[in-house]
């Protein structure tokens, strides 16, 4: 099993990415695969976004249609952390809001860590403890929430220089992941994706424009093609079987979602599904 670190940054537009000093983003796309264009899910809200990425269904096939604190999930749901556990990983998650915590069944979880942001210093916090995480119990799986870009966003506004900033801020998080990956060693080390949710326009992300509903993607890792930009049509469901494949495991049956064909270099011993019509 190829181990594989998710790091999703909440309410990050590919097109602010150009904007910032954003130099571990920057490095990512150069080294990896990605794209600026990835298709999110309607409603654009955290929760039923989060739920589509990791169950690999639309919201109205999981169930999960607002920001609730309880979804009443589709019994066809299988989250990819529950996922990777059926085929013997270990799995982990840090967050900063509560309501992440039902991405995983009660007892599917290895480790979980959460700690609420309240200051840019709250997020570094964050990462940090993601960081030893992987360096002392490294795990198959782990699933890291970078929260701070869109609390910025509603308070200032998406594109506003105080968003920009919130941009370099988490970039900076990021890069800690980037090197508890090097120290591990490239060879045979972590898979890293990073991904976004939703944009944003204005203060909020409701409307159904390319700004909130286009998304960025990147791939990094031994396995993954080099500064490649992604050509195909991709959606926030192909995110759970791209994954299942950069880690060889096989898809889980109800996913809707395909695997992102060409970034990953070396064949998987299981054949990917295609996307359930």
Known sequence: MNKTLLVLI??????????????TLDYLIGEGSSSLKVKTVLPSLT???????????????????TNTSLPDTSSLGQSLFCHVKAHSGTVSSFY???????????????????????????????????????????????????EWTDMIGHRFGWMSPEYIKAIELTDRALGLMV??????????GYH?????????????????????????????????????????????????????????????????GKQIPRIILKSPRHKPLARVA
Not at 47 to 65: A, E, M, N, Q, R
Not at 237 to 256: C, E, K, R, V, Y
């Open 96 to 146: 900063s809001w509560e309501k992440i915590r039902n991405l995983a069944m009660p007892g599917t979880l290895d480790h979980s860590f959460f700690h609420r942001l309240n200051k840019e210093k709250d997020l570094i916090l964050l990462a940090g403890a993601a960081s030893s995480h992987i360096l002392t119990r490294n795990p198959d799986f782990a699933f890291i929430y970078f």
């Open 179 to 188: 090197e508890s990956i090097h120290s591990t060693g490239r060879q045979g």
């Open 47 to 65: 929760l039923p976004s989060h739920f589509s990425i990791f169950t690999s269904l639309d919201p109205y096939s999981h169930g999960v249609l």
């Open 192 to 256: 890293l994706i990073v991904l976004s949710d939703h944009g944003g326009k204005g203060k909020h992300h409701m409307e159904n424009t390319p700004q909130i509903t286009q998304v960025p993607f990147i791939a990094w890792g031994h396995d993954i093609r080099t500064n490649y930009r992604i050509v195909d049509d991709i959606h926030l469901l192909d995110i759970a079987p791209t994954i299942s494949g950069i880690m060889d495991i096989p898809p889980h049956f109800a996913w809707q």
């Open 10 to 23: 909440d309410g990050l537009r590919g097109d602010a990415i150009e904007k910032a000093h954003a130099p």
